[in-house]
């Protein structure tokens, strides 16, 4: 069992950049792959991104590929989105998930959910 909780979403303007944070629980954090995914209002959820259990692999969805970094720190049971040059469609509430072992690109492949943190991207 894992829980999740993001944090450090917020309202800025485009073209800033703002880092999300996902606390991880449980004493097997690194046997996890993680990702990030979002959904904007009446939209489906999406993909952002994934990262492997020991960080070594990372993807992204093309949407965000060149301007957010997923990262994790296994001691510290930490996920991590660095979203840089943010524009007005990236405004959406931002999920982290896991699952076990491997990454993947969809929703329903993550067994762990968090609540989610609202980024809100004015032009």
């Known amino acids: 069992q894992v829980q999740l909780v993001e944090s450090g979403g917020g309202l800025v303007q485009a073209g800033d950049s703002l880092r999300l944070s996902c606390a991880a629980s449980?004493?097997?954090?690194?046997?996890?792959?993680m990702g990030w995914f979002r959904q904007a209002p009446g939209k489906e959820r999406e993909f952002v991104a994934t990262i492997s259990m020991l960080g070594g692999t990372t993807s992204y969805a093309d949407s965000v590929e060149g301007r957010f970094t997923i990262s994790r720190d296994n001691a510290k049971n930490m996920v991590y989105l660095q979203m840089n040059s943010l524009k007005p469609e990236d405004t959406a509430l931002y999920y982290c998930?896991?699952?076990?072992?491997?990454?993947?690109?969809?929703?329903?492949?993550?067994?762990?959910w968090g609540q989610g943190t609202q980024v809100t991207v004015s032009s």
């Open positions: 449980g004493r097997t954090f690194s046997t996890y792959a």
């Open positions: 998930a896991a699952r076990q072992r491997f990454t993947s690109s969809r929703d329903g492949a993550y067994d762990y």
